[in-house]
């Protein structure tokens, strides 16, 4: 059964640089595509971007000056930075897996997510 | 950018009660959309994806409906372990731009 689970620093200062990984257990990276979604205490989801294994990306336009995704197959992680942070970036992150269904219709979802964890932006 | 406008943004219903939520995209996105339920604390779970089709052990109660730029959630009769949060997300356009609604909190009345 394939699980994801995110880390990395629950604080950073204003101006910095947040960086999260997100680790795939119980099957391979190489496949689908990966994604990071955020949302903020009490607010609604925001995507923030995905990765497919081969390195390719896709980023939210809103974030895009300052997110950067990255993929290391051989670890079976994928790793989130968004810099110069500010206390609008607080939020829980998510790590989820973007994945193609052909049958019947056929379309996309995001099927596996992590359980998300809380980066609080502050000094 | 394609905005989506999820409506309402609350609402109070109770246990068998038809419940109806909608996401109006603000351009055509086919039937690129899919609606995901979340508890307090939990990761969003998928529900139906494809507009109109149902995930995989997803209870029959609940269905999509809609194309273009209209979308509905319905779930037929309300259970209690259905009161949750209720997000749209489109996918439309290439390279995707995915865009969550606002999202719906389903209350007990």
């Known amino acids: 059964q394939v699980q994801l689970q995110e880390s990395g620093p629950g604080l950073v200062k204003p101006s910095e640089t947040l960086s999260l990984t997100c680790t795939v257990s119980?099957?391979?990276?190489?496949?689908?595509?990966w994604s990071w979604i955020r949302q903020p205490p009490g607010k609604g989801l925001e995507w923030i971007g995905y990765?497919?294994?081969?390195?390719?990306?896709n980023y939210n336009p809103s974030l895009k000056s300052r997110v950067t995704i990255s993929v290391d197959t051989s670890k079976n992680q994928f790793s989130l930075k968004l810099s110069s942070v500010t206390a609008a970036d607080t939020a829980v992150y998510y790590c989820?897996?973007?994945?193609?269904?052909?049958?019947?219709?056929?379309?996309?979802?995001?099927?596996?997510w992590g359980r998300g964890t809380l980066v609080t932006v502050s000094s | 950018d394609i905005q989506m406008t999820q409506s309402p943004s609350s609402l109070s219903a109770s246990v068998g009660d038809r419940v109806t939520i909608t996401c109006r995209a603000s351009?055509?996105?086919?039937?690129?959309l899919g609606w995901y339920q979340q508890k307090p604390g939990k990761a969003p779970k998928r529900l139906i994806y494809?507009?109109?089709s149902l995930q995989s052990g997803v209870p029959s109660r609940f269905s999509g409906s809609g194309s273009g730029t209209e979308f509905t959630l319905t779930i037929s009769s309300l259970q209690p372990e259905d009161f949750a949060t209720y997000y749209c997300?489109?996918?439309?356009?290439?390279?995707?731009?995915?865009?969550f609604g606002g999202g719906t909190k389903v209350e007990i009345k």
């Open positions: 989820a897996s973007w994945y193609y269904d052909s049958s019947g219709h056929g379309g996309w979802y995001f099927d596996l």
């Open positions: 119980g099957g391979s990276i190489s496949s689908y595509y």
């Open positions: 990765i497919y294994y081969s390195g390719s990306t």
């Open positions: 351009q055509g996105i086919r039937n690129d």
């Open positions: 494809a507009a109109s």
């Open positions: 997300l489109q996918h439309n356009s290439y390279p995707p731009r995915l865009t």
